[in-house]
């Protein structure tokens, strides 16, 4: 007896410190968030609107929350271990989702709390969906703070691709790659260098849409808002026709180009750009996503052309900016585009399963592992063929361990079983088919607008009940976190010493 409780006194003192430690932290990133408030304070005072008082109390209100709790956590950090890592991965999403839903909820927008939380949910995890329309006569401080929202929470999907998902076995193919055996040297001496040109190449990425942006036609605010959801693959919009609202071909080219790039992995860009190393074009992946982006315009260019009748560079334009969007999981348009045929809508439909790269702001399942399954198939064939044959399942060149395809199978089955699970709970709450299923899949792949009348690109998803709308969010939530990294937190296991 003596024995047991002290086996459980010492495991709850270690949870303790474990759990102690990841509120400090994410305490600390309250604070800067508080921080980050006062930029639509400032936007709304420049432009003499009331909401800057909404944001000026949310920021000393979530920074007086934070600094509280930062003072009653602060002491010996616990030492970095897995348990800690999916603590402090979960508590900074949810985090940042409550904190950034307070000035929706003060603000003149008028919307509840749970409008008000899967607004928040749907920026930080860069999905895109949105309960607020009116958007072209909306206060300006809230249409920074939903930018500025994506373009933080892209920042940490990027980090969680590159630094986390790896270290917990979950994914982040990139940046395995970078540190993998076939390369003589490690790409960067200190992790600083590592960081430090991964926030150049984010804001230079920012900047230079944001300059194009403006040169063909937007507003130098419209312009500012665009550029941080599009280098965040997130399709928030300063209007309520999304980019249909801007009558320019360049624009639509300029967002094309800058969602493709942005949905490439940033470990590749980090190396191309800061060390020239031209090797690290070659991750298969990029290849897989090129051909895939390019048969996806491809063929909805033709069928444009001769099912609609559209001329060929309207019907390049539209496929090459719409089906980008969709393979990015951006979620801009620029029409609906689910009203262009049936062969649109089932394509667009499967389009948003697969995502970018790994390591990039995109969701979806990733390409690296479309590859992977890819080899794993053909391995399987080839075994068919010659059964007493040797065959090894690579990635490119580099021969994967069975641990790599187990963690990508993981993840497709928990992908697969959270879609079905979303869509019979959406249907459970009212909803037909069409919008519960491609509500559901749109929600744990982070795209934006699902299909159909109600919540498809012309669509809204106000029009939803607060039980789809909670759904959603949680939806939403998991898949940012690659599913895994939330249900992990459900095992008795995991809270056991």
Not at 88 to 110: C, H, K
Request: proline residues 3%; contains cysteine; glycine residues 10%.
């Amino acid at each position: 007896m003596a024995g047991a409780a002290a086996r459980w006194t010492t495991g709850y003192g270690v949870n303790g410190q474990t759990f102690r430690s990841a509120i400090f932290i994410a305490a600390i990133f309250g604070l800067y968030l508080a921080t980050a408030m006062l930029i639509p304070a400032m936007v709304d005072l420049y432009y003499v609107n009331e909401d800057w008082k909404a944001f000026s109390f949310s920021a000393f209100f979530i920074g007086g929350i934070s600094m509280a709790a930062a003072l009653s956590t602060r002491g010996n950090p616990a030492p970095f271990s897995k348990r800690l890592g999916f603590l402090v991965v979960n508590l900074l999403w949810v985090t940042l989702a409550i904190a950034g839903a307070v000035p929706f909820y003060l603000s003149s927008v008028d919307i509840g709390i749970v409008d008000s939380l899967f607004e928040s949910v749907s920026a930080v995890t860069t999905t895109g969906s949105t309960v607020i329309s009116g958007l072209d006569h909306i206060a300006p401080g809230i249409l920074m703070w939903r930018s500025l929202l994506q373009w933080i929470g892209g920042i940490g999907i990027v980090a969680l691709g590159l630094l986390m998902l790896p270290f917990l076995r979950i994914g982040g193919f990139s940046y395995f790659k970078m540190e993998s055996s076939d390369t003589s040297e490690k790409p960067f001496a200190r992790f600083t260098v590592f960081v430090q040109a991964f926030f150049a190449i984010y804001f230079g990425l920012t900047a230079v849409c944001a300059v194009l942006y403006g040169t063909f036609g937007m507003g130098t605010f419209d312009a500012i808002n665009h550029a941080m959801t599009t280098v965040a693959t997130a399709g928030f919009s300063t209007r309520d026709a999304s980019f249909g609202a801007f009558d320019s071909l360049p624009l639509l080219w300029t967002a094309t180009v800058f969602m493709a790039v942005s949905g490439l992995p940033y470990s590749v860009l980090i190396l191309f750009a800061a060390r020239g190393r031209l090797d690290a074009l070659k991750d298969p992946q990029i290849l897989a996503y090129g051909v895939i982006m390019a048969s996806a315009v491809l063929s909805a260019t033709v069928y444009l052309r001769l099912a609609n009748g559209e001329t060929f560079s309207e019907a390049i334009t539209l496929a090459a900016f719409n089906m980008v969007s969709v393979v990015t999981t951006t979620g801009y348009a620029s029409g609906d585009y689910s009203q262009w045929g049936p062969f649109i809508f089932v394509l667009v439909f499967f389009l948003t399963f697969l995502g970018g790269c790994s390591g990039s702001t995109s969701g979806g399942i990733k390409i690296y592992r479309v590859v992977i399954v890819q080899s794993v198939i053909r391995a399987g064939i080839r075994r068919l063929i010659y059964p007493h044959g040797v065959q090894n399942i690579r990635y490119g060149s580099m021969p994967l361990d069975a641990e790599m395809v187990r963690a990508v199978f993981l993840f497709l089955s928990s992908f697969l079983a959270l879609w079905a699970i979303g869509s019979i709970a959406l249907a459970a709450t009212g909803l037909d088919f069409v919008t519960a299923t491609s509500g559901s899949l749109t929600a744990v792949a982070n795209l934006g607008p699902g299909l159909g009348d109600l919540i498809g690109p012309a669509g809204n998803f106000a029009i939803l009940n607060n039980p789809a709308k909670i759904i959603l969010s949680v939806l939403m939530l998991m898949g940012r976190l690659e599913i895994l990294v939330m249900l992990v937190l459900f095992s008795p296991l995991f809270w056991r010493a």
